[in-house]
Every structure is written in C-alpha cells, then in structure tokens.
C-alpha cells in the first residue's frame, strides 16, 4: 500500500516568516494529493490540493508543488499569521479512493 | 449549512458495553468514511462504504462495525469497547464521478470509556 512521510514534524515560524512542509508518496500511481489543516479539538479541513497533471497550484498565501518524478510535495505557507498554527496533514491518494495521510506536522507561529 | 453531521460530539460509554456513533450528510455524495483518530496523530482509515459496498481495512478489529441503511446516514458500531478505543471517530464523504475527489471531514464524536 501507500506510505506517506511527513517532516517535519514540529515547526515554529516568527509570524510574517514562510513555512515549508515536505511529504514523499512509495506509490507512483498516486495522483491526488491533498492536505489538511487541524486546529485543536475540530474537524481536518482541506486547505489546498493538487493532481498530478498539475506541478503548481497556489492560493492566497498557499501553494503546493508536486515533482512526481522525485515523488515529492510540498506545502508553502508565506506571511504566517498566528492563525495558521495548526496541524497539517499532506495526504496521497490513487483511485482507490481512500487517502494516505502523513503522521503530521505541528505548526506554531510565534507573534 | 453543516454538511458531514456527527452525533453525539462527545459519547461516554463504559468498558464493554456496545456503543454507536451516527453520521449523516446532505451532500448525496456515494462514498462515506470512518475514521478513527487518536491525539497527535493522523486519522486512521476503519472502513468504508461506496454506495451499499461495504469495504474494510485489513487492520480494523472486529469490535469495529458498520451499517449503512442509507446514502445519507452511516453508523459505526463499536460491541466491546476497551480503553484502547478511546479516539475522535471521523466520519468523511466524497463523491465518486470517475475524478478523485476530494473528502469532507464531519466534526467528530470524541469517545470517552470508563
């Protein structure tokens, strides 16, 4: 099956810094990846995804980029604020339809 | 407009005695999820259904059941919980149309056993 690895697994940025999370899939047929923003005690939430016809795809002040070669994501967060601290989860998916997740990564933006 | 509903948000339950989380959607979607998601890690794929389809992990425990009457509502059943199973039970939905789609979390019924 899929694995998906996340790091890193803390990270503190001062606000108004750029944040980076990176994730790697094993299953070259995955083709969808998304993530996922987690506050405490509430549900994940979808904050960006990309496919894999797709190597950038960005959002405000998100962007996510995809090397399907390298099998790699990442996700970029710029001008942090302290609502951004959350739990991010990058997830990989084939058509099977179920998502891989990472283990996660805690981000605290300090004021 | 709430989407993905779960009830109850907080369940209490004794060791042993069976319990069952509810999950409804508005979304006509044909795939719905349970996940199970304990603290500081990801959520953890049970089973799940695509349409009347019943489709469950290699890993899920047997204590672990699951009922669809209906597009809208999916049950999870839990028949002798342990205090291992206390966790955020997440119920997700997508819709299936040939793309991959993406999946809409509901809030949750966090599990408490005595």
């Known amino acids: 099956g899929e694995n998906v690895e996340q790091h890193p697994s803390t990270l503190s940025v001062q606000e108004g810094d750029s944040a980076v999370i990176k994730c790697t899939y094993s299953d070259s047929a995955s083709n969808y990846f998304p993530w996922y923003k987690q506050e405490l005690g509430k549900r994940p939430q979808l904050i960006i995804d990309?496919?894999?016809?797709?190597g950038e795809k960005k959002d405000q002040r998100i962007a996510v980029t995809l090397n399907k070669t390298a099998k790699h994501f990442s996700l970029h967060i710029t001008e942090t604020q302290p609502e951004d601290s959350a739990v991010y989860f990058c997830?990989?998916?084939?058509?099977?339809?179920?998502?891989?997740f990472g283990a996660g990564t805690t981000v605290t933006v300090r004021a | 407009d709430a989407m993905v509903i779960q009830n109850p948000r907080y369940q209490v339950t004794q060791f042993g005695k069976p319990v069952t989380l509810s999950c409804s959607q508005t979304?006509?979607?044909?795939?719905m999820y349970w996940y199970q998601q304990k603290s500081s890690q990801a959520p953890k794929l049970l089973f799940h259904y695509y349409d009347k389809d019943f489709n469950n992990e290699a890993d899920t425990p047997d204590n672990f059941q699951s009922r669809r009457p209906n597009t809208s509502f999916c049950f999870l059943d839990i028949r002798s919980p342990g205090l291992g199973d206390a966790a955020m039970y997440l119920c997700?939905?997508?819709?299936?149309?040939?793309?991959?789609?993406?999946?809409?979390f509901g809030p949750g019924t966090r599990l408490l056993v005595l």
């Open positions: 997700a939905t997508s819709a299936r149309t040939g793309l991959l789609e993406t999946q809409y």
């Open positions: 979304l006509n979607h044909n795939v």
């Open positions: 990309i496919r894999s016809n797709v």
């Open positions: 997830a990989a998916s084939t058509y099977d339809y179920k998502l891989s």
